[in-house]
Each structure stands twice: as C-alpha cells, then as structure tokens.
T-cell receptor, first 111, second 111 residues
C-alpha cells in the first residue's frame, strides 16, 4: 500500500518556528509537495522537492531526504494567518503528477 | 492567475440521483484531477485526465465516472448517488512545474 505519515496537529506562538514532518512509503516517487489549506478554502501549492536538500521560499522552507523517505516543511516567523492545515503529497508518476496526499497537519498559531 | 472554477459550491441530492460536477480551467493545462476530501482522510484521487477524451482511474474510482470532451473542462459523474458519497469534491489542474491548482470545491450532500 501507499502511506504518508504526518502529525495531526501542531501548535505554536506568533514569531516562532515550526517544523511539520512527513514520512512516506509509496510505490513510486518523483517528488514531494506541500499544500496549505485554510478552513473553507482550497488547497494552495507551497513547494515541490524532487531532489534531496532544502528549498527556501520566503518564510517557508521544505526539505527532502529520499534515502530516508522523509521530508519536512519549516515555517519561520509564524503569523496568525499561517493557522491552516498543511498536507504533504508524494508525486508517484513522472508523466501525470499523480499525487498521494497525507492526512494533513492542523497548525494552530496563537498570539 | 490560474483559475479553476467548479459549477457549484453546495449541492444536495437524493440517493439514486445522477449527479454531474463540472470543472473548468483557463490555463490550457493538459492534466486535470478530481479528488474527494473527507475529515481525517486527506485528499483522495478519484480520476484524472491527461488529455481530451483520455482518463485514468485514481485510488477510489468506484461509483464515479468522468468525461473530458474539451481540454478546459473535466466533469465528474456520480451514476447513482449514495450517502457514502457525501463529501467535499475538489477539482485541480496541474502545470508542467508540478504545481496543482485547485478549484474552490463542491460540498455534496446525498440524502
């Protein structure tokens, strides 16, 4: 089967740094994506890692270790608006971008 | 900006009815996807399409079919709606950069 594991909930305060981990076991692997979803909203793309290492985009960074089947999303200088659900997703098909999603991590940022 | 639109935000149907969910994207993307999202289960792929009239089953295709007659439009069909198909349905299209763009979702209730 295919499975992605991520924590169900993480809490943090404004200005802090939080890391959301994702471990995966899938039949194919071409990359790891992260999506953000606010309550009542659509998922929005944050990052994509195809190779090992760290990708940085503003306050958000994403890391991948293919040998460990592991990745994480790092959110720095947390803001209240970062309260949302975060999903990791494995790209299992090189041609069609067939994604398998984790069950999501709910991030609660408090003042 | 990429725009993915879905025909309805909320829909209520009776058991046994045939249900059509429509999705349109305006960025000339080749690949389009239908997911359902349920609490605690994340997003699960129902069907995807990589070209006009081409379709592939996702992870949970049972009870669903799809149609793609034009590149910009991808329809999800519930042949005979059942209560276990009550869910949030999300359509997406993907760019060559491996980003998926999601529509606002249709919350379907089957009574």
């Amino acid at each position: 089967g295919q499975s992605l594991e991520q924590p169900s909930e993480v809490t943090a305060v404004e200005g802090a740094i939080v890391q959301i981990n994702c471990t995966y076991q899938t039949s194919g692997f071409y990359g790891l994506s992260w999506y953000q979803q606010h309550d009542g909203g659509a998922p929005t793309f944050l990052s994509y890692n195809a190779l090992d290492g760290l990708e940085e985009t503003g306050r958000f960074s994403s890391f991948l270790s293919r040998s460990d089947s592991y990745g994480y999303l790092l959110l720095q200088e947390l803001q209240m608006k970062d309260s949302a659900s975060y999903f990791c997703a494995v790209d299992t098909n090189t041609g069609f971008q067939k994604l398998v999603f984790g069950t999501g991590t709910r991030l609660l940022v408090s003042p | 900006d990429v725009k993915v639109t879905q025909s309805s935000r909320y829909l209520v149907k009776r058991t046994g009815e045939k249900v059509f969910l429509e999705c349109v994207q305006d960025m000339d993307h080749e690949n389009m996807f239908w997911y359902r999202q349920d609490p605690g289960l994340g997003l699960r792929l129902i069907y995807f399409s990589y070209d006009v009239k081409m379709k592939e089953k996702g992870d949970i295709p049972e009870g669903y079919s799809v149609s793609r007659e034009k590149k910009e439009r991808f329809s999800l069909i519930l042949e005979s709606a059942s209560t276990n198909q009550t869910s949030m349905y999300l359509c997406a299209s993907s760019s060559p950069r491996r980003e998926q763009y999601f529509g606002p979702g249709t919350r379907l209730t089957v009574t």
